[in-house]
């Protein structure tokens, strides 16, 4: 589920995929010239690239989008041109310090950054080489930088590097005036959230004199490689799968293949100690205690894949009452069909995303809760049930945005996704509120109580009092 940051509007275009990457358009949104759009938010793929919309003022932070082409007027009536003219749609990054927002790009799915393409605006520009009544002409000395700041899926921050849009320190006269390629690809593959800040030498008692804009085209993201997933022999994997709550399998998976309890427990390494799904099938597992959103990845799911040249993809959906199912958002960016031996084309794990079976045998595939934290009937804090779905790789299921999911078809024997194992990172530990109720109990682990008067700083004791004690109590599990 799409974070919510208030929009006025979002508004949603899923465009075509481009193998093993993609690359964000707003041409659909601006298809003529001379236009812009300042009022909402936009969505494209699996990105939103955020708007913060004033209707009272008709003021706006973030990012708006343009194609807008004038370059020559350097003035506030121009604020929506890049520095260069460009032939395709474009958006243009406002920083606003009196409001505290800067320009965001939030994705549904964590990704692993490309590239982007940056300029001046043709505003900022010409305060910075002329001045105006507002602020002074750059001397030596003084700097515009463009920051960005990826964060994961918890709002912490993983990556930053800095763009000069000007530099005038060290006899330098440098003034961006033309679009210019920035590498993202050293950027780890798990960035939910990329903010652009802007930073002036020109600055004063109420803030930066600098028009605080940047011109933005052509960012370019993927997804994770196979080489991130969670191993078997994680120590940080606390329990497994340990009943079958629904199988219904689809056709081509034959008898040896066909029982669901060959998924339950440790995940075997073994390619035919599998739990075959078929095509279209699926396979719905409980655990000995609920599943909760916590730091880092919370489950991952096993598949048999020899290699990533050979993945076979399931959708991912979870449940905190056994009835109602929520999937993950997902994206592929595989354009062509994958034929069942991989003759003519091969599977790219960095082309899926939010999809189960992206890693070999022995390495599981991540998923966080907090993706789908605040979904209606869905308690993050507690899923009792997951249920992978076998997407059968014709093309005739689609992702999220619409796009058609390929992936090696047709197979036979153990066809479709071959379940191996759900091993679970971070298993609800929560405290009753009745004092007599049985502490969570996972297979190879000793549940202790753990009290502390208070927090700041804390004092953690197994020699727990009663509870209702005044203070706190958690539950710790030991080998």
Known sequence: MRRSSGFLLVLFFCLPAFAAQTTASFDALLPDPGQHVH?????VAAATFVNAYTPEYDSWAGYAFSTVSNTADGTWANQY???????????????????????????DIPAAPRSVRLDNTAYAAAAIRDGSAYNRAFTNGDYFVLTLTANNIEGKPIAATNHYLA????????????????DLSW????VASLVGTLTTTDAGAWGPNTPMYFALADFTY??????????????????????VAAYAPGP???????????????????????????DGGQLTLA????????????????????????????????????AQFFRFPSHSLEPDPIDGYCETNQTDPTAYGGLAGKHPVGT?????????????????????HVRIRDIPGDGTVTDTCGNPIYDPFPTWGSGGFDLDAIGVLNANLDIAADPSAAPPALPGFETMLEFTPALDPPAWTSNAPPQGTPGFFRYRLAK
């Open 167 to 182: 530099d005038f320190r060290g006899g330098k006269t440098f003034i961006q005036t033309n679009w210019s390629t920035l």
């Open 222 to 243: 993927a997804y994770a490689d196979s080489s991130g997933g969670i191993a078997a022999t994680n120590p940080a994997i606390l329990c497994w799968a340990s009943g």
């Open 364 to 384: 599981g595939t991540p998923f966080d809760l907090r993706a789908l934290a605040g979904t209606p009937g869905l308690d993050v804090r507690r899923v009792t």
């Open 252 to 278: 081509n998976a034959d008898a040896p293949y066909l029982d669901p309890a060959q998924a339950l427990g440790p995940a075997s390494n073994d390619v035919f100690a599998v739990a075959s799904l078929g």
């Open 81 to 107: 041109a890049a520095a260069q003219a460009r032939s395709n749609a474009y958006a243009v990054g406002y920083h606003s310090y009196y409001d505290g927002v800067a320009p965001e790009i939030l994705f």
């Open 39 to 43: 009022t909402a938010s936009v969505s």
């Open 287 to 322: 655990f000995p205690a609920p599943i909760a959103d916590g730091p880092g990845p919370d489950f991952a799911v096993f598949e048999n894949a020899n290699d990533d040249r050979f993945l076979e993809l399931a959708f991912v959906e979870v449940s905190s009452d056994g």
């Open 187 to 190: 950027m780890p593959p798990d």
